[in-house]
């Protein structure tokens, strides 16, 4: 469990917050000096409050009675219209904008008329990004911004990363990478590359594991997914963008 949960856990529930939003707000804001105390709002359950913290690991989302002398970790669900209320409310917290995305920083992938635009964030060494590009490989109508991402627990992976953005043709040198295990041969790879930019850029928008995929709505999915999946969730960005 986070660590950030438990003291805040362990000392609400000593009884130190009082009644209402601002008590609520001190009491946290005690608790994890580190965090930022970004929202206290009601939820569809009386006296039951949100309260959204921004930490050094991103947003984290949490329920306070309103007292705040108890706090519940977990997920929020409406049995009646059947959502996730809790992960509706995480896709809004991590959303990001597509467009501030620097695509030049990418492998250019396009699979049939490109019209859908999706971003990965990949390692080479990756069980799971070798997993997940053989499902890529299935959508249609998609343009597939692919990231180096090497993780600094795969020593080799930034090298590999270099080899094919050194590559006369990149896309197809990834593809052959992630898909048949082959390395492209003959390559410099001390070209001008963007993997170290990258890297930084991952830490900014708080891509701690590969595959992480971000969607044209600012959605992310972070983890392996099959194909059906990423497809339904291409299809709701492009049902966003048309209203």
Known sequence: MHTLIVSILTALVAGSAAAGEREIRQAVQALAPEAKVVSVRPTPIAGLHEVVLDGPRGPTLVYASAKGDYLILGELLDVK???????ERMDDLTRIKFDSLP???????????????????????????RKVEQELVKLKDVTLYMFPYPLPMHPDAARK?????????????????????????????????????????GARLRVEGTPA??????????????????EQMLAAAEGQRGK
Not at 81 to 87: C, I
């Open 103 to 129: 695509l030049g920083q990418a492998i250019k992938i396009v699979q049939g008329n490109g019209r859908r635009r999706l971003a990965v964030f990949s390692d080479p060494d990756c069980p799971y990004c």
């Open 161 to 201: 990363s270099r080899l094919v953005w050194c590559s006369r043709d990149r896309a197809a040198a990834w593809r052959d990478m992630m898909l048949n295990n082959k390395l492209p041969e003959g390559v410099n790879p001390d070209c001008d590359h963007p993997v170290d930019k990258n890297l930084a850029l």
């Open 213 to 230: 995929l971000f969607f044209a709505d600012g959605r992310r999915l972070p983890g392996y997914a099959e194909a059906a999946r990423i």
């Open 81 to 87: 219209n059947r959502r996730n209320l809790t992960g």
